[in-house]
C-alpha cells in the first residue's frame, strides 16, 4: 500500500484500512516526527484548517511517549514560526493502548492518540481521541488514524482520518 493509492482511497476503503491495521509499539514513535496528511474532510474544511501537518512524538523521562502536532505553512510544507521563531505547535496527546471497549472504528490494534490527557477536562481537544495504526506489519513508517470524540460513554466517529509518514530520524 502506497501513500498515494491511500490519499485516494474512499473514506469506506479507510475505514476498512484502518480496522485491520497492525499493531504499533509507542516506543517505536518516540523520537520521530511524521508528516501528517488530513484525508475525509470536505475540501472547505480542509481551506479552513489544513491539508497537511506535522505530528511530533517524544519520550519522557519516566518512559512514557506523549506528542503534539506542528502548524504547516500549506504552500511551502515548512513549519510555521511565530514572533521568537519557534514553531507554532498544538494539540498535545499522550500515547496510550487502545480502549479495552474498543474504538467505534473497529480497530483491533495499535495505539490511541488521547487529547484528553493532555487538555483540561472542558477543553474541546479534551474529547478528541485518535486511534492510529501501522499499515504494515512490524513497521511504524507509515500509519493510519482516525479521530473520535470521547463523549462520557459515548464515541462518536468523525469523517476526519490522517495518514503519517516518518520523516526523520531517531533524535
Partial sequence: ?????????????????????????????????YRGTSLGLPALVEKL?????RKVFRRTTDGTVIGHNVRIDQGSGEPLRDRTGAPVTFGPYA???LPAGGTPFGCRAGVLLDYGAAHPRLHPLGLVRDPLVALVPGSADLLLGATYLA???????????????RINTAQ
Fill in 1 to 33: 500500500m502506497t501513500p498515494d493509492a491511500i490519499t485516494s482511497a474512499p473514506p469506506t476503503e479507510l475505514r476498512r484500512l484502518l480496522a485491520s491495521g497492525h499493531a504499533v509499539d509507542p516506543l517505536d514513535l518516540a523520537g520521530f516526527d
Fill in 95 to 97: 500515547v496510550k493502548p
Fill in 151 to 165: 463523549l462520557g460513554p459515548l464515541a462518536v466517529r468523525t469523517p476526519s482520518f490522517f495518514l503519517l509518514e
Fill in 49 to 53: 484548517t489544513w491539508k497537511i501537518f
